[in-house]
């Protein structure tokens, strides 16, 4: 799949070293700077359990950005394999092999990816929304089998003895979460890599015109679920990490509002980025404390009064009135309006300066 | 009769009208519009806390009154909700729209939240005449036989005009081809926003019913809507009879789980049935095979 030739775009004046520089520094590689020196530097311990929950949505959004984002195609399946690359993460890690963290973590995401085959194959027998059913099916299916296995076998949940590395142990926090930063990264260059390949090229045009691809020679149907496979292993290696960060996890924390919650991020942030998925994760992970921040300094909320009784009520309002608000409004998202906002504000200075 | 075999049948009834309701609502939307709505649980709730209002909390309205009024209401709920939200801006996917409607369905319930407060509620008892005596040891309670009545009267009503009027045509024109629709002189936006009202007012009566069955639990009510989906898609996601009798068959399902085998297994097994006529009849019984197998 060489057939789409990315267009060089070539500048019309010739730039400086200093210029070279900036234009391939971007507004997020300066933003995460900031925020890795912000974590690394804190000592306030909520700061940093906040970012690894936000290191694991990232990479859980970034999974289903992988497939709403390049395909076009919506799924419903965000919790489920999760959960399931959770609770095998948990599973595994009981037996002798879990001594080393990366075999059950390995072991839920291969469970997840074959979750997502299994579904995939129905779902993707026709367009549109049919996935959407089956990843509901299989929501339900995976929390049934969950629960059945957590009445008998572990109640309370499935557990993990942390990130172990043979006899040693990583217990700082900021070390488990280099750690999860560390997955990030590594998600985040593969699917850059993806992005801007051949196969991300292909994935863009089944987005536009799944028809022309398909008059390509493109087996439309056999890369969406390519993609559904990869987007639900990313996806299940999230929740195996979690599990690993919080020690345990039980199908009850893996409902459908966490399926949305991380099409919210994809949506929010902005489909078909790279760095959307990111920034929708960050942001949705820091609502709730945003919101009861602005409720009890800008309101005064209190902790009476009808603020302070409707606050998580007003919570999920916010967040449905974003959702439908950005993908009626501004479907690139929030990365998609900055990228548009600094094009034009670089539209008017390059005007400038002819004048 | 076993008495098992009245239980599964007369609880097969009462819920097979309340999916089949939610899925006609669903149907007259997405044939219309190619939006595929998540919002019809919302629907539900906002319809069963209407029917509390004015028939328990406030005017104490009879439930024939109660009823035409919520239907009223929601009706204009479902038409306002398209000409302020999602009507607003043509030219966008179904697909993203059919997204959009997830948070719209949050929306509807915190508001909901916010007017009547998210506690549980329960309708007064409103009918004053006997239940029935069908055979010998199948008997229909005072609430069953309103379900049956008002199900069938709003079923038909729906299947006639859907299925059978000039309207209901136009409606599907519509779904088909907003553009060539448009050339044909027809009013794109009053049709669909007469297809979310009746989406919504069809939701709101599934809503009042469940809610006469049981109770009206603002917290959870929103997800039996849910259920609606493998109803309609085993009958078809386009077919108007279809989604009744999906909704049949789904209750039924359901019902027949939770007498022999547990209450526990009852969603599972709608889901894994749902699947399985995925894999072999991804129509469903009685929708038009689609002819893009992309």
Request: with cysteine; charged share 10%.
């Amino acid at each position: 799949m060489t057939a789409v030739e990315e267009r060089e775009i070539v500048p019309l004046k010739p730039t400086s070293g200093f210029a070279q520089v900036t234009s391939r520094l971007r507004t997020w590689h300066v933003l995460t700077l900031v925020a890795v020196a912000f974590e690394f530097t804190t000592s306030s311990s909520y700061a940093v359990y906040i970012s690894t929950l936000i290191v694991f949505y990232a990479i859980a959004a970034l999974g289903q950005g992988l497939l709403v984002g390049k395909t076009g195609q919506v799924a419903l399946g965000g919790a489920a394999v999760m959960m399931i690359g959770a609770e095998v993460a948990g599973i595994v890690d009981a037996t002798p092999v879990g001594t080393v963290f990366l075999i059950p973590l390995a072991a839920g995401v291969l469970a997840s990816a074959t979750a997502g085959l299994v579904v995939g194959v129905p779902g993707l027998r026709f367009k549109g929304l049919y996935l959407i059913l089956a990843t509901l099916a299989l929501q339900s299916i995976a929390s049934f089998a969950a629960q059945k296995y957590e009445t008998a076998h572990a109640p309370g949940g499935v557990s993990t003895q942390g990130l172990r590395l043979g006899s040693v142990t990583i217990q700082a926090d900021k070390l488990i979460l280099a750690v999860m930063c560390l997955f990030l990264v590594a998600v985040l260059l593969w699917i850059r890599r993806i992005y801007r390949g051949p196969i991300g090229r292909m994935l863009q045009v089944i987005k536009e015109r799944d028809d022309a691809a398909a008059v390509f020679g493109i087996n439309v149907r056999a890369w969406k679920l390519w993609a559904f496979v990869w987007s639900s292993a990313i996806t299940g290696l999230a929740g195996g990490l979690m599990v690993y960060f919080l020690r345990a996890a039980s199908y009850q924390s893996f409902d459908l509002t966490i399926a949305i919650n991380l099409l919210v991020m994809v949506y929010i942030g902005g489909a078909g980025t790279i760095a959307g998925p990111i920034i929708g994760a960050a942001l949705i992970t820091y609502a709730p404390t945003a919101v009861n921040w602005v409720a009890n300094t800008v309101f005064n909320a209190g902790s009476s009064g009808w603020m302070s009784t409707n606050i998580s009520v007003i919570e999920r309002l916010i967040y449905g009135l974003a959702l439908l608000l950005v993908l009626l409004y501004q479907p690139a998202g929030i990365n998609g309006f900055w990228q548009n906002t600094l094009r034009r504000i670089g539209a008017l200075l390059r005007r400038g300066e002819v004048a | 009769m076993p008495s098992e075999l009245a239980n599964i049948l007369v609880g097969t009834f009462t819920l097979g009208f309340v999916y089949g309701l939610v899925g006609l609502g669903f149907v007259a939307v997405f044939r219309s519009t190619g939006v595929m709505s998540f919002a019809q649980g919302s629907f539900m709730l906002i319809g069963a806390l209407v029917f509390y209002s004015v028939t328990t909390d406030t005017w104490h309205l009879g439930p024939i009154t109660g009823m035409l009024l919520t239907l009223a209401v929601l009706a204009v709920c479902g038409a306002a909700t398209y000409q302020l939200v999602l009507g607003r801006i043509l030219g966008v996917e179904p697909v993203t729209v059919s997204v959009a409607t997830l948070g719209l369905s949050i929306v509807l319930q915190m508001v909901a939240f916010m007017i009547w407060t998210p506690n549980i509620v329960q309708f007064r008892s409103m009918l004053s005449f006997n239940g029935h005596e069908l055979f010998a040891n199948i008997r229909l309670s005072q609430e069953q036989t309103y379900t049956i009545v008002v199900g069938t009267v709003i079923t038909a009503a729906l299947v006639l005009v859907l299925g059978r009027t000039r309207v209901g045509l136009r409606m599907k024109a519509v779904a088909e081809s907003p553009e060539l629709a448009a050339y044909q002189g027809l009013n794109v936006r009053r049709l669909s926003m007469a297809a979310w009202g009746i989406g919504a007012a069809t939701a709101g009566a599934a809503g009042v019913i469940f809610g006469m069955a049981t109770q009206v639990e603002p917290g959870t009510l929103p997800a039996v809507g849910l259920l609606a989906f493998p109803a309609i898609l085993l009958g078809g996601l386009d077919s108007i009879g279809g989604a009744v009798i999906g909704g049949f068959l789904v209750a039924a399902i359901q019902n027949i789980t939770q007498v022999w085998i547990g209450s526990a297994w009852q969603d599972v097994i709608c889901y894994s049935v749902l699947l399985i006529v995925m894999f072999i009849r991804p129509q469903g019984l009685f929708g038009t095979p689609m002819v893009a197998r992309l």
